[in-house]
C-alpha cells in the first residue's frame, strides 16, 4: 500500500506539471507554443492511452520518463532505490517484483517456462523472481530504464488499469475481475488465478470499468450495470456492477485481448497451422463467389471472430461491405483501409430490423454480422441472402458444426417471423452454403477441424389423390401417397450435410471428405470462372482417400 501511494504520489506531481503550461515550459526550457502544443498532445494520448492504444501508453511513460530525468525530482539513486530496490529485487513487494518480470517476459513465456497453471501465487512470483533475478538487475543498471519503470508504475496506478495494466498487453487471452482479492487471467483456453494480485479498494474497479468501456454508446451507470464495450485495440471489455451483482464489492471486468492484430489465411496456413494448401484454395473460391458462411467453435479464445477477418479479406476489393456490430469489435475498416466497408453499431434507438434496412440500402453486396447473439440477428442475415443474393457471414458458438441449423432454427423461431419450424430450418438450409468450425487441440493449436456444406433439398414429390379411374391406377396412387409419408417420416429435414474437410487428430492432418455438390459450385460459377472450379475439383479428386458422400448429423 505505501509503495502504491508512493506511484500514486509521484503521478500527481507530474500531471500536476503537465496541466500548468510555465511549469512545463519551466521544466523543458522551450517557448509557450510549443508548451501548449505538447500538453494538448498528452492530453489526447491519456485519453487514448486508458482505451488500450499501446504507442498512446508509450508516449506518456516517455514523457514521465524524461520529466523523473530532471532536476525538479531530483531522484538519485539512494532515492530511486527507495522508490523501487533495483540492488536487492526480493526485498520488493509481490506487485513490484511481478511487474520487473513483466518488463522483461511475456506473461506467455513466463507461464510456459515455469509450467503455472490454475493459481498463481505469491511463493510462485518469488521463486521465478529469484530464477531470473540476475537478468532482471542487469536490465536496470541502466538509470534510463530504472526511471521507465518507475514512471510505467505511475501511469498504471493513476491513468491506467492498476494492477492489471501492462496485461493488456501481453499475449494472453483474457483478463478478469471479480473483486478486488480475485484478479484471473485467461491462457490457452484455461483460467488462471493470481492470487498474490490484488486493488486498494472496489473504488479502483468502478473507476476502471467507466474509464475502459467510455466508448460505449451508453454510460456505465446504475440505469445500465451492464455493458461491453471495444477498446481502441479491438479488446472486448464486459462489466457488470451496481444492481446487476450480488453486493456492491462484487464487481466484474471481462477483457477479452485480440492482440494478434490481423492474421491472413495464408498465415493461418504456412505459420499457424490452422489449416493447409486445399482448403485454402477452397476459402479463397468460396469468397471470390460470393459464398455464405458461417465460423463456428465450441471453445472461448478458438478465434472465430479472427478467422472471420481472414475471410474478409478475400473478398474482392470491388464489392461493398456491410457490418452490424455491438461495438465495433471487428474495427474492419481500420484493418483494411482498401476495401469498400460500412458498419453499423447497434444501439437502443435503432432496431437491427432498422440497421439491416439501412445497410442494404448503402448497395451491400456481402454482409457479415460479427457474432450471432441474437435471434433476430440471425433472421435477418438469412433474410439478406435469400432475398438479396448477398453473400454472408458471421460467428456463432456451436458445439458441432452438425448441430448449427438446429441452433439457427431455435434461434429464428424466438422472432414470431417464423410458426414452423420446418420452414426455419429450410431458410436457414438455403441461407448458409458452408460451415467452417474451428477447434483448439491440447497444446493449444486451433485447426479447422470440419469444413461442412449445407444442402438444401427440395422435396419434389407430388402426388393427388385419385378417387375415379381403374382400381389399379387408384392402388397405385396409395402407394405413392404411403412412400410419400414415410419418406416425410423417416426424413422430416429439408436439408443435410456434407462434409467436405475434416482434421484427423491421430494423424494430425486434413482429409478431404467429400466434394462440394453442384449446387454449391452452381452458386459460386456465378461470380468464379468454370476453369478455376474444374481445377479446385482435379486437385481435391487427386488427393485420394475420399469416402462416399453420405449424410452426417
Known amino acids: 500500500m505505501v ?233 472486448r471489455v464486459t462489466v457488470a456492477g451496481f444492481d446487476s451483482t450480488p453486493t456492491g464489492e462484487d464487481l466484474y471486468y471481462n477483457e477479452r485481448i485480440f492482440n494478434l492484430k490481423k492474421i491472413t489465411l495464408e498465415e493461418m496456413r504456412d505459420t499457424y497451422g490452422t489449416l493447409d494448401e486445399m482448403i485454402y484454395e477452397f476459402l479463397v473460391l468460396n469468397q471470390r463467389g460470393r459464398g455464405s458462411h458461417f465460423i463456428t467453435g465450441a471453445d472461448m479464445g478458438v478465434g472465430k471472430s479472427t478467422f472471420l477477418l481472414a475471410m474478409m479479406e478475400k473478398i474482392p476489393d470491388c464489392w461493398g461491405i456491410g457490418i452490424l456490430d455491438t461495438q465495433n469489435e471487428l474495427q474492419a475498416h481500420q484493418k483494411f483501409p482498401w476495401k469498400n466497408i460500412k458498419t453499423l453499431i447497434q444501439n437502443s434507438k435503432r432496431t437491427i430490423s432498422e440497421c439491416f434496412v439501412t445497410m442494404l440500402k448503402m448497395a451491400r453486396e456481402i454482409i457479415y454480422v460479427g457474432e450471432i447473439t441474437t435471434s433476430f440477428e440471425v433472421a435477418e442475415l438469412i433474410n439478406a441472402s435469400l432475398r438479396l443474393n448477398a453473400g454472408v457471414g458471421a460467428t456463432m458458438h456451436s458445439a458441432s458444426p452438425f448441430e448449427v441449423i438446429t441452433n439457427l432454427r431455435n434461434l429464428m423461431m424466438g422472432t414470431g417471423m417464423y410458426n414452423r419450424p420446418e420452414v426455419a430450418e429450410a431458410d436457414a438450409a438455403r441461407g448458409i452454403d458452408i460451415i467452417i468450425h474451428l477447434a483448439k487441440l491440447p497444446g493449444g493449436r486451433i485447426v479447422v477441424e470440419n469444413i461442412v456444406e449445407i444442402v438444401h433439398e427440395e422435396d419434389c414429390y407430388n402426388s393427388e389423390l385419385v378417387l375415379n379411374g381403374p382400381n389399379r391406377q387408384k392402388i397405385s396412387n396409395l402407394l405413392n401417397m404411403a412412400q410419400l409419408a414415410l419418406k416425410k417420416y423417416i426424413h422430416n429435414r429439408s436439408y443435410r450435410y456434407n462434409e467436405i474437410f475434416r482434421y484427423d487428430h491421430f494423424k494430425g492432418e486434413w482429409i478431404p471428405v467429400n466434394l462440394p455438390t453442384g449446387q454449391y459450385f452452381g452458386k459460386i460459377a456465378k461470380y468464379v470462372d468454370k476453369s478455376e472450379i474444374e481445377k479446385f475439383i482435379k486437385h481435391f479428386s487427386s488427393a485420394g482417400n475420399l469416402l462416399p458422400e453420405k449424410e452426417v448429423g
Open 3 to 235: 509503495r502504491n501511494n508512493m506511484f500514486y504520489n509521484i503521478a500527481k506531481q507530474l500531471n500536476e506539471i503537465f496541466q500548468d503550461v510555465d511549469s512545463y515550459r519551466a521544466v523543458f526550457e522551450i517557448d509557450r507554443p510549443q508548451s501548449e502544443n505538447e500538453i494538448n498532445l498528452y492530453s489526447e494520448m491519456k485519453e487514448r492511452a486508458v482505451l488500450g492504444d499501446k504507442s498512446a501508453r508509450d508516449y506518456i511513460i516517455g514523457q514521465f520518463t524524461r520529466i523523473l530525468n530532471t532536476p525538479v525530482f531530483s531522484l538519485d539513486d539512494n532515492v530511486l532505490n527507495e522508490i523501487v530496490n533495483f540492488d536487492k529485487i526480493l526485498q520488493n513487494d509481490v506487485r513490484v517484483l511481478f511487474e520487473l518480470l513483466l518488463s522483461i517476459y511475456d506473461m506467455s513465456d513466463i507461464i510456459l517456462k515455469h509450467g503455472l497453471s490454475i493459481r498463481i501465487t505469491e511463493q510462485d512470483i518469488r521463486r521465478i523472481a529469484t530464477l531470473e533475478k540476475d537478468g532482471i538487475i542487469e536490465k536496470f543498471k541502466n538509470r534510463t530504464e530504472k526511471l521507465k519503470f518507475i514512471a510505467t508504475m505511475a501511469y498504471a496506478e493513476e491513468y491506467g488499469q492498476s494492477v492489471i495494466d501492462t496485461l493488456q498487453h501481453h499475449n494472453i487471452n483474457e483478463i478478469g475481475i471479480i473483486n478486488k482479492d480475485y484478479v484471473y487471467i485467461v491462457f490457452q483456453g484455461g483460467k488462471i488465478y493470481l492470487e498474490f494480485l490484488k486493488f486498494d479498494n472496489a473504488n479502483v474497479i468502478l473507476n476502471i470499468q467507466k474509464k475502459t468501456t467510455q466508448n460505449s454508446v451508453i454510460n456505465y451507470d446504475e440505469q445500465n450495470p451492464t455493458i461491453i464495450a471495444s477498446k481502441l485495440n479491438s479488446n
